[in-house]
């Protein structure tokens, strides 16, 4: 296994962008459905302890994942995505917001962009994170949002590791 794997994690406040740059020991095909099936999402899909729970998650253009990151305590944080582009097993877009218990967005979200490649059975995902408003952004980074990604896709290494 390679252990010089990719990671990194760009700010850059003055276009309101987070880049994450990760590289994955498992193939684009795992890497995939480990980002777009709610029973891999669900495994990974927030920081520990906290563990991700999903209501609902159609992954289509227009479809929807409300999804509630819960920490050990039950404190439930929802948030709600809305799939924009898909090209699959390379590509796919989606709007994201901190949402209430019933999917209310709140009114100001973020656009995630997802690029998946693979080379000798590494896969490279670039996520670009662009933030609705500069406040939102400081808001976010405030809160630990890079500790708490990279703390989240130590989490989806663990499941790849099991998927392999």
């Known amino acids: 296994m390679n252990k010089n794997l990719q990671m990194e994690f760009l700010i850059d406040k003055k276009i309101k ?17 480990a980002f ?3 029973e891999h999402l669900d495994n990974w899909g927030a920081p ?21 990151m819960v920490s050990p305590d039950g404190n439930e944080n929802w948030v709600i995505q809305e799939y924009t582009s898909i090209s699959p097993k390379t590509h796919f877009k989606m709007n994201n917001a901190f949402a209430d218990k019933d999917g209310n967005p709140h009114p100001v979200g973020s656009v995630w962009d997802f690029n998946f490649s693979e080379e000798n059975g590494t896969t490279k995902v670039i996520i670009k994170i662009f933030n609705e408003s500069f406040e939102r ?16 896709l130590e989490n989806l290494e663990k499941l790849l590791a099991k998927l392999i």
């Open 137 to 152: 952004m400081e808001m976010m980074l405030e809160f630990g949002f890079e500790a708490g990604y990279t703390a989240t």
């Open 48 to 68: 520990s302890p906290m563990k991700s729970k999903t209501k609902y998650m159609d992954f289509k253009i227009s479809g929807k994942r409300f999804y509630a």
């Open 36 to 38: 777009t099936k709610q």
């Open 17 to 33: 962008t987070v880049t994450i740059k990760k590289e994955f020991a498992s193939t684009l095909n795992i890497v995939w459905d």
